[in-house]
T-cell receptor
Framework: AQKITQTQPGMFVQEKEAVTLDCTYD???????LFWYKQPSSGEMIFLIY??????QNATEGRYSLNFQKARKSANLVISASQLGDSAMYFC???????????????FGRGTQLTVWP | DSGVTQTPKHLITATGQRVTLRCSPR?????VYWYQQSLDQGLQFLIQ???????AKGNILERFSAQQFPDLHSELNLSSLELGDSALYFC?????????????FGPGTRLLVL
């Protein structure tokens, strides 16, 4: 069953504008973590931001913020003041305790290709 | 630079062959994960090790095996390779393997099976 859904295969934004990348998740476990990763065309996976299920505040890291709406099971990534270097594939991922332990693997969405134009 | 290293970066081989992918985790990280990224399957978890012990298995084929050594580096062995095994293989590491910890990814090994 799909645990992470990213409905936007591609998004376009003009430089210096803000953009929101959508992510919804599915879990019945109250404990989980939500992550966003960036994958440039060179292929590496770069960690951007983390939100825990019990965190009261939305996570922020520089120009990245996570709009966490627990009741709606959504964890959208907001990138402010887009730069040309932000053009990449963005993946939302979720982790939750594995079979009663605290260990967790990442479940990834299919990604959103962001293109920033000048 | 995440601090996770993977070798080789690229690998081209033929069907039926066997290859070994190597990963060194970040200094201090005890947990290593392997993921496969392909166009049709996306990013999929294969296996997790913690301090030398296998802790979780995902969609890993029986032709694939892995281990984590006492110095914490890990190897992923892929045998009887098929065309469909062509993919980008990532290693990631975290401190203790908890679901709350960030996993830092290596640059990946791009495998092409001809």
């Amino acid at each position: 069953a799909q645990k992470i859904t990213q409905t936007q295969p591609g998004m376009f934004v003009q430089e210096k504008e803000a953009v929101t990348l959508d992510c919804t998740y599915d879990t019945s476990d109250p404990s989980y973590g939500l992550f966003w990763y960036k994958q440039p065309s060179s292929g590496e996976m770069i960690f951007l931001i983390y939100q825990g299920s019990y965190d009261q505040q939305n996570a922020t890291e520089g120009r990245y913020s996570l709009n966490f709406q627990k009741a709606r099971k959504s964890a959208n990534l907001v990138i402010s003041a887009s730069q040309l270097g932000d053009s990449a594939m963005y993946f939302c991922a979720m982790s939750y305790p594995d079979r009663g332990s605290t260990l967790g693997r990442l479940y990834f969405g299919r990604g959103t290709q962001l293109t920033v134009w000048p | 630079d995440s601090g996770v290293t993977q070798t080789p970066k690229h690998l081209i081989t033929a069907t039926g062959q066997r290859v070994t992918l190597r990963c060194s985790p970040r200094s201090g990280d005890l947990s290593v994960y392997w993921y496969q990224q392909s166009l049709d399957q996306g990013l999929q978890f294969l296996i997790q090790y913690y301090n030398g012990e296998e802790r979780a298995k995902g969609n890993i084929l029986e032709r694939f095996s892995a281990q984590q050594f006492p110095d914490l580096h890990s190897e992923l062995n892929l045998s009887s390779l098929e065309l469909g095994d062509s993919a980008l293989y990532f290693c990631a590491s975290s401190v203790g393997g908890s679901y709350q910890e960030t996993q830092y990814f290596g640059p990946g090994t791009r495998l092409l099976v001809l």
